[in-house]
């Protein structure tokens, strides 16, 4: 974890003109950092991990799918070959027509895709590439978790360890040269920010982005989607806000207005 103190130094260093190599080597730019005078913050202990954008989206569909496919004879074609022909089950999705040619990914489908690619991948990759993909897999799971023990955590860093372990095979077949990226070094804080702060599953942008739904796929279907289904999808949210907050009023005042021991009004008739 960073230190505010010395990312403020580094900062200061290159406005004055100096050009410090921390400054490159750490990524940062020649912005003032709404947090410099902020008492007693660490801004770096307020990042939380994301599961969904992290884990899901960035370690393993962006970057551990497209390595593992890589190392398959075949590459795409082979991998969507064996996706189609999955058993069916009624807990899995079955990808008819492989994975390569879905556009749009959701975290559902991340999941999915997750509970059968390591079977997928069995006896087509070296045996280095799928204990690598199955660590990745462990962490996520784990990583999943909605209570956390010692033990839960313990094994939770034995995957990430077995990860960096096997994940050299990746540079050895020249499909990486290096793991300088940033949602992979995010893996490691997971332990410590868990431990903080609880479990990752609570802070996961997963939630939130169900929001989605009812504040722009619905309210876009409101609209006459032409040039300005903008200020459109703001009206149609205003009202939607305001019909809440006088429905709220209503049954408030009628809670109001029926003492407990009148039973001649009832609510749900």
Same mark, same amino acid.
């Given at each position: ?62 970057? +551990?799918?497209?390595? @593992? ?79 956390? @023990? ?18 050299? +095979? ?6 990486? @040269? ?39 796929? +619905? ?44 039973? @001649? ?5």
């Amino acid at each position: 974890m960073r230190n505010p103190q010395d990312i403020r130094d580094v900062l200061e260093a290159a406005a004055q003109g100096a050009k410090p190599v921390k400054f490159k080597e750490w990524g940062l730019c020649a912005v003032s950092p709404f947090w410099k005078d902020l008492p007693h913050c660490d801004i770096f202990s307020a990042l939380t991990p994301d599961i969904l954008h992290q884990l899901h989206k960035g370690v393993f569909k962006d970057h +551990v799918v497209n390595w @593992s496919t890589a190392c398959v004879s075949g590459g795409e074609v082979e991998v969507d070959r064996r996706f189609r022909m999955m058993p069916r089950h009624a807990s899995l999705r079955h990808f008819k027509k492989g994975i390569s040619l879905v556009t749009q990914w959701t975290g559902t489908e991340f999941k999915n895709m997750e509970k059968v690619f390591l079977g997928a991948l069995a006896g087509s990759a070296e045996k280095d590439v799928i204990l690598a993909v199955r660590a990745v897999l462990d962490f996520i799971y784990y990583a999943h978790f909605e209570i956390h @023990s010692d033990d839960s955590l313990d094994m939770l860093e034995a995957s990430w360890r077995d990860f960096h372990h096997y994940k050299h +095979v990746f540079v050895r077949l020249n499909i990486r @040269s290096e793991f300088n990226i940033p949602k992979v070094h995010s893996m490691q804080h997971y332990m410590s920010s868990i431990r903080n702060l609880g479990a990752a599953d609570g802070y996961s942008m997963e939630g939130p982005e169900r929001l989605h739904i009812n504040f722009a796929k +619905v309210a876009y279907g409101f609209s006459n989607k032409r040039s300005t289904y903008i200020k459109q999808m703001a009206v149609w949210l205003e009202r939607q806000e305001a019909a809440h907050h006088h429905d709220a009023y209503i049954f408030w005042t009628i809670q109001e207005a029926c003492s407990p021991e009148d039973t @001649s009004f009832n609510l749900d008739r």
